[in-house]
């Protein structure tokens, strides 16, 4: 017999506010049974929101927590986005290329060749991955975890992150003039895709707060211009609403709420914010070995604003054999 089910999603993006390397933003979607439920607790025994306990479990919480820029820091958020992308392949085996990694998006949302072409250095992603942990060890926490969602009734259905370079970025800012409109331009790409995919199943989605932005009813009505919007609450901390539309008979019905700190609250959040991380961190990756190539000794950068600008100064001998428009290079906004 079968138990009563709803599905719970969660967006969030890294990598709004530098001066240098991509926007990313991940989503991830999990059915789980009927009422309240904290993936935390349920799967206990293999997750954990502590960075401290990453030697026995996945940790899933806010990236900024789950990756520091050490060998560590990067195993440990490696094991967690990869170990949950297994979960999506019958075999148990999921992205093991970049380029697989970047097809998980919807395909109006997936990075274009033109775009990878556009960005020379995307050319030195790792080849495969893993690129930070033993396959094996990855192998053992996969297996962990299938047979921990198995137990308790969980099934991990959707995820991955979508990768805005600085060209397409502003491209981007250029037709909008806004980084929130451009943020909700994939954000709200994201819940279509998910009220389609699973909004006859009691869908809830939680996003991140974009800015201080209280108000998306506009936003939401124009993205779902055939669903009935109701608005449950617009605060300074939170931002309710319900969307409804009757399409071959059935109900669809989705829950949208934009909280701050979503990732402390939401298990699905804080698991897109490390899919986030991981995409903008591959990025970043390939960045300074593309760079460092035409220039060696150039010391590496983040893409965070002022050591972006000590990088641009640096990097003046590979920037002038590299050739590229400052456009694509540079965020405008």
Known sequence: MSHPTRVIAGI???GLGPLLGPMTVGWS?????????????VLSEVVTDSPRQDSGHLVVADSKRVFSRNPRGARRLELTVLAFLDQLDAEGCGPRTPSELLKLPPAGLQLSSGALARHPWYSKLPESLPHAVDEGVLSIRSGKLAREMNRSAVNFLD??????????????????GNKSLSQ???????????????????????VDRMGGRSHYGRWLSKQFPAA??????????LSEYVLTQEVGGVERRMRVVFAERCEERSFSVALASCFAKYGRELGMKAFNSYFGGLQPGLKPTAGYTTDGRRWLKDAEPALSLAGVPQGVLIRDR
């Open 12 to 14: 969030d993006e890294a």
């Open 29 to 41: 979607a999990f059915r789980v049974p009927r009422g309240e439920v904290n993936l935390w607790d």
């Open 159 to 176: 995820g991955g992150c979508c990768v805005l370079p600085a060209g397409e970025l502003n491209d981007s800012w250029q037709t909008t």
């Open 184 to 206: 909700w331009q994939v954000s709200g790409s994201l819940l279509e895709h998910m009220w389609e995919s699973f909004g006859e199943e009691s869908l809830s989605v939680f």
């Open 228 to 237: 009935r919007l109701q608005v449950r609450e617009e605060c300074s901390s």
